[in-house]
């Protein structure tokens, strides 16, 4: 659970940079962290900037595949529908996170800047071609705990 609680932590910091409580950490099979990266809708407002899109982006042109086949992504929150794809695009061959998708948007609601999509990850990594191994939603009361009145208007 280290891990995981470290992406908590990132997500902590996305939010002090006025960003989203969102973040993404790829981790090597030997235990190292490769990537952190935060939520980036700040501020250009880029709704595609999801901290797991942007880590599978950078995975993409600074890691070896077999390594990114080797690691695991902790998210903060289940990966959305385009991270998954981005995720499974970039070759990391196992997620795991914290907050799910259906209980985020408990707290989201209708919020224009995350109209959340009710689509699990596994749904769309179990559409792929190679495996992704998945295991999540843990430690969920800590990682809703990030979200706790932020989307109130």
């Not at 407002?45 to 993409?60: F, Y």
């Not at 289940?78 to 970039?90: H, K, L």
């Not at 843990?138 to 990030?146: Q, S």
């Amino acid at each position: 659970m280290r891990f995981l609680r470290h992406s908590f932590a990132v997500a902590r910091r996305a939010m002090s940079h006025g960003n989203h409580p969102f973040a993404a950490v790829l981790v090597d099979a030997d235990g190292h962290v490769l990537i952190e990266a935060e939520n980036g809708y700040m501020p250009g407002r880029d709704a595609t900037a999801h901290a797991e899109r942007l880590l599978a982006t950078q995975a993409c042109t600074t890691i070896a595949p077999e390594i990114r086949a080797a690691s695991t992504l902790y998210s903060s929150a289940e990966p959305c529908a385009m991270c998954a794809g981005a995720i499974y695009w970039a070759g990391v061959g196992r997620v795991v996170y914290g907050l799910s998708e259906r209980r985020l948007r408990d707290f989201t609601g209708d919020h224009p800047e995350n109209p959340t999509l009710d689509l699990p990850c596994r749904d769309v990594f179990a559409s792929g071609q190679r495996r992704t191994e998945v295991e999540g939603p843990l430690l969920e009361d800590e990682a809703a705990a990030l979200h706790e009145g932020v989307w109130d208007r």
